[in-house]
């Protein structure tokens, strides 16, 4: 592959920007690419596809370099990188958008939030679109909207063949079946097309308790959102809070758990609403008001930046048992480092509305998602923050659903792959081997085709 072949730059080793080019979120990965190419436009992908399989050369996709398990990257093969592909059209009368993939949650929030509208996603504005729609789409928006998935209308994607083509429910049916929430085992996907919801200023921020409150808090959150509609959303967290501003001073440091809310509904509604919440404890901290959705989809950008070192584990859960609320009490009170979290994401709400075999995402029935976050700037807290993380992971394994929503996985082995599709796998594989028979995209959470 030549300059002239591209649109794009092409990154070696030898260039002076190269570490630059490799890095991706989680600092614990550092993988060394032989190519970096940043694709410009979709001839820069079908050429940097062509040129891989012709050389027999191995690939991973790049979209915001998010995932935990380093799968933005490959060593000694070919990065094929969406980051500059950042084109937006928005239609405010259909209210769809169509979104190029290597826009950030970020951007799309920027898009269209000038028009009143939001697609439903994550809770990082630096995540790429890319990754979070393939794997299916959790965040605020997600009790009122559905996952991203269940808003996606199209994608145009870039096969193995080389081929561009377009997957819908009339063409290639089997194909966007399989992308909403396959992940990237079936081509490069160059832009998607999205339904978005009227969505413009929420109410919403987060609310928390003394670690001692935590049983109560958990008991009343499950309690209280199990009986709410769709426009109030809260994850569960337990945290150490930041020492910086806008937190308290007195507050700095402490371990406390707390709830991250978005309230969508009528804004002169919210205060009722909230009333029952605000006279639970009380909380010792509340943040929750009137804010731009924008303000909420970035609210922990400048806490979480790239470059962090990172582990992170996860499980679908269906109830919170007091076994269950033991369990994450034991380890939720023994947060080693500042940045490490649990979170428990909701999946209820409009992700109900959608049945386990209508999308590749296989797991409606959930009530959350959790995430196990092992998070500190320092590489020698590296494997302090993994050992918390797995021991938390394994202890509370008994008392969940089995499975793991692929975006919050680590490298685990083609089992826990097979779980988190459950009655979907073997369909996928179906899709896989017509699709991708070589299995030419394999550096993902990988669907294996037929031999």
């Not at 959790?138 to 996606?152: P, V």
Request: charged share 20%; net charge negative.
């Amino acid at each position: 592959m030549s300059y002239q072949d591209l649109s794009g730059e092409i990154i070696t080793p030898k260039d002076t920007n190269y570490d630059e080019a490799r890095a991706i979120y989680n600092a614990m990965i550092d993988k060394k690419p032989a190519l970096i190419v940043k694709c410009k436009n979709t001839q820069d992908i079908v050429n940097a596809v062509i040129y891989a399989r012709d050389n027999h050369i191995e690939v991973s996709i790049k979209s915001g370099g998010h995932s935990g398990a380093g799968l933005a990257l490959v060593d000694n093969g070919l990065v094929i990188d969406l980051s500059e592909m950042k084109a937006i059209e928005i239609d405010p009368n259909s209210k769809t958008a169509i979104v190029q993939s290597g826009n950030t949650l970020a951007d799309v929030d920027a898009a269209t939030h000038e028009h009143g509208l939001a697609l439903p996603s994550g809770i990082i504005g630096t995540t790429g679109i890319g990754g979070i729609t393939l794997g299916g789409g959790l965040g605020y928006l997600s009790r009122k909207g559905g996952l991203t998935i269940d808003n996606l209308l199209e994608c145009e994607v870039v096969l193995a063949s080389g081929e561009v083509v377009t997957a819908n429910k009339y063409k290639n049916s089997d194909l966007f079946w399989a992308l909403r929430g396959g992940g990237g085992n079936f081509g490069v996907v160059v832009s998607f097309k999205f339904n978005l919801i009227e969505v413009k200023n929420v109410y919403a921020g987060p609310m928390f308790w003394p670690i001692e409150q935590a049983k109560e808090a958990m008991e009343f959150y499950d309690t209280i959102t199990k009986n709410a509609s769709n426009d109030l959303y809260g994850f569960f967290a337990f945290l150490i809070v930041p020492p910086a501003d806008p937190f308290p001073e007195h507050l700095w440091n402490q371990n406390v758990c707390g709830v991250v809310w978005n309230y969508t509904g009528p804004i002169e509604n919210a205060e009722e609403v909230f009333t029952p919440i605000r006279q639970f404890g009380p909380p010792i901290l509340d943040f929750v008001g009137e804010i731009p959705m924008t303000a909420l989809n970035t609210m922990f950008d400048a806490l979480y930046p790239p470059g962090l070192q990172w582990y992170w584990r996860a499980h679908y859960i269906k109830e919170l048992t007091p076994e269950s609320i033991k369990i994450n009490i034991e380890h939720g009170s023994k947060i080693p480092t500042m940045h490490t979290t649990t979170h428990l994401y909701p999946v209820d709400g409009a992700c109900h509305e959608v049945s386990n075999s209508e999308t590749a995402w296989a797991n409606r029935e959930a009530r959350w998602s959790q995430v196990i976050v092992g998070v500190d700037p320092k590489p020698e807290k590296a494997s302090e923050i993994t050992e918390w993380c797995k021991d938390y992971f394994n202890a509370l394994k008994p008392h969940a659903m089995g499975g793991a929503y692929v975006n919050f996985m680590m490298n685990e082995g083609q089992e826990r792959i097979k779980e988190a599709y459950k009655n979907n796998y073997e369909r996928l594989v179906e899709v896989k081997t017509k699709y991708d028979p070589d299995n030419f995209f394999h550096i993902n959470q990988n669907i294996k085709p037929k031999p």
